[in-house]
DNA sequence: CGATGGCGGATAACCGATTAACCTGGCGCT
DNA sequence: AGCGCCAGGTTAATCGGTTATCCGCCATCG
């Protein structure tokens, strides 16, 4: 930058108030110097300025693994609305894994970011997170902190797992399998929970046997359903923890040479592209996950924007989506006795 | 780090160095200082750091989209490379768009990243990207930019291409199309050329009117297809520039009545972790996204280490891998007949 | 006519690390 | 005793911006 002043005959402080368009400037003053710039081929050192600003116009995003599309959506949404503000997005991954997620947010806070976008890690220790939290704002990608004063958008867990339980109970389904997810997870918890709760109020039995924790994926899906199948009385309908595992249900049904949405009804959560794609199309809990991500970071820089503003916590609505996979227990009798 | 200094009883030269374990400095010493940093909680500033070594141990990565599969599974594979050498990854997207892509570019620069991964937006100039070279170390997401002098990593468009192609000649197929992608990509171009070449070369006509550019979405494909289907002599194979177009060509073959697979062979590029799911599974050119993002990252990381290394060029092998979706033409003419 | 007040710009301290160069006490050696 | 040398530190300049403060000059005003 001291170049650029001694090419535009000013001091560095000068150039520099042009640069940002300060008023103090002149004008002509302020072409001489953006005429420098380009002369010169001067790029503008942030780190620098941040340094002295103490705002580096950044901000981290911690997830577990972007290469789900969930969170590939999520992470979309959150990228966009910053760059739209002039932040940068400072990614990286936790693979679930505690130990990694502290070394990730020691990273991210010596990179001076703004704030912190945080999918916590299965296990996060609220004391650990308060910790982190005196050195920059944080928005919890989950509503389950609650008493962290932290900022949050999560999914609306618990209404979703109703409206999908009673549509099952609507088509006719008693037998109502609950499958995948850690165990852990404070969603899965939470759908558990709603899931039971629907029951119990429509007056079915809830049957402990049928709820299966599972890794999230294909496989943990399709392992699953195999174990329900062998079940004396075997369930004949699937609320799944995600669509992934829904999608490992369906593979693991047919292989049982059951097809999903005749004799079976499978509904998983999320919503990602394929789940319109499958088939049968797969009924799910649809939860914008790129919605999610712009939630998130409007929060974030609202926070940045606005420090003392009270937290906010927002649960990002859910609604059903009834595709083909979800079929009436009748109509599954039906086809039983034809065959 | 002058309060850790204080604290330990030493000067802030000595807490620099002791905390990056510099054999200068004794081990009582060293240790005193890790317990004031410590007590005080106080976080290293990377970027003060950065400011004076001229390193800043992060690399940008520039992509298109990251909700797109592919994207997000090489930005998986690059961020976990980058992060196991303890460097951050600074994402942003340009939604193709060439304007975008110049902003971030810049942006990244003023960030002071040691490296740039590019997937350049489609129309990219050379000079330009020469132009930005200057500035920092790139890897391409591309092998078509030659007679650039930048290292970079792609995918064979040609082998998986030829081999695709043989695959549906080896079945009995004579009239196979060519399906989607953005008519000016050079990956497209590149691939269009094998199939063309390959046809020739077994002394199968090369119909240009089998061809067919569209928008990289289901959509797009789902159009060709039934602008493909109402031809005088329709094809009975079609070779897709994506997996996401293949579905849609699937998807636009059922809704008139064809089945993939059956009566017409469709293979798909990239092997999408969806493609193995589909029904029926889809044939596709796997190309391993999150291999090249790692294989980019590590480029990248020897290329900081070394800057005056040779220019390397990686061409990740790409493989046929054959399912459900193309069938035998006999088979499907022996169908024909029976029906 | 001297005081006042902008305007447009210059000076220099500062942000938080790194590192070349310098200092010092103690030990071994001749 | 004198000298060199080393281990273990310290000093101060530096990276590239930002910004509080100061300055000179000219127009305006009572």
């Known amino acids: 930058m001291q170049d650029v002043a001694d090419a535009a005959g000013v001091s560095k402080a000068t150039a520099s ?9 002149s004008e002509p003053t302020r072409l001489r110097i953006r005429a420098a710039v380009e002369a010169l081929g ?4 942030q780190s620098a300025a941040s ?16 290469s789900n599309p969930f969170n590939a959506e999520l992470t979309a949404g959150a990228e966009a609305q910053l760059a739209e503000q002039g932040y940068s997005l400072l990614l990286c991954t936790t693979d679930d894994d505690l130990d990694k997620q502290s070394r990730m947010i020691k990273t991210m806070l010596e990179r001076d970011v703004d704030g912190l976008i945080l999918s916590p890690a299965t296990g996060a220790r609220t004391g650990d997170l308060r910790k982190w ?4 704002p944080f928005v919890l990608l989950t509503p389950y ?5 932290a900022d949050c958008v999560g999914m609306d867990d618990e209404k979703g797992s109703v409206r999908a339980i009673e549509h099952l109970i609507g088509l006719g389904h008693r037998r109502i399998a609950f499958v995948g997810g850690y ?5 899965r918890r939470a759908r558990l929970r709603s899931y039971r709760d629907t029951l119990i109020k429509r007056g079915i039995d809830f049957d402990p046997a049928l709820s299966i924790a599972s890794p999230v994926s294909r496989r943990g899906g399709y392992d699953a359903v195999q174990q329900l199948l062998t079940m004396p009385e075997p369930p004949t309908a699937a609320y799944c923890f995600s669509d992934v595992i829904a999608f490992g249900v369906m593979l693991g049904l047919r292989a049982a040479g059951i097809e999903a949405g005749q004799s079976f009804a499978v509904i998983g959560f999320d919503d990602v ?5 499958w ?6 809990v649809s939860t914008n996950a790129k919605g999610i991500g712009e939630q998130a970071a409007q929060l974030m820089l609202k926070r940045i924007a606005e420090p003392e503003m009270p937290v906010q916590r927002v649960i990002m609505p859910s609604r059903l989506v009834e595709r083909d996979s979800s079929a009436a227990l009748v109509h599954a009798l039906d086809q039983g006795e034809l065959s």
């Open 273 to 277: 592209e394929e789940a319109s794609l």
């Open 51 to 66: 340094l002295r600003t103490q705002r580096s116009y950044s901000v981290g995003l911690i997830i577990k693994d972007v």
């Open 145 to 149: 902190y609650s008493d962290l004063a």
């Open 17 to 25: 108030l042009a640069l940002r368009n300060h008023a103090r400037i």
């Open 279 to 284: 088939h049968p199309s797969l009924s799910t």
């Open 42 to 45: 001067y790029v503008y050192n």
């Open 183 to 187: 165990d852990a997870t404070s969603s």
């Open 133 to 136: 939290m005196q050195y920059c």
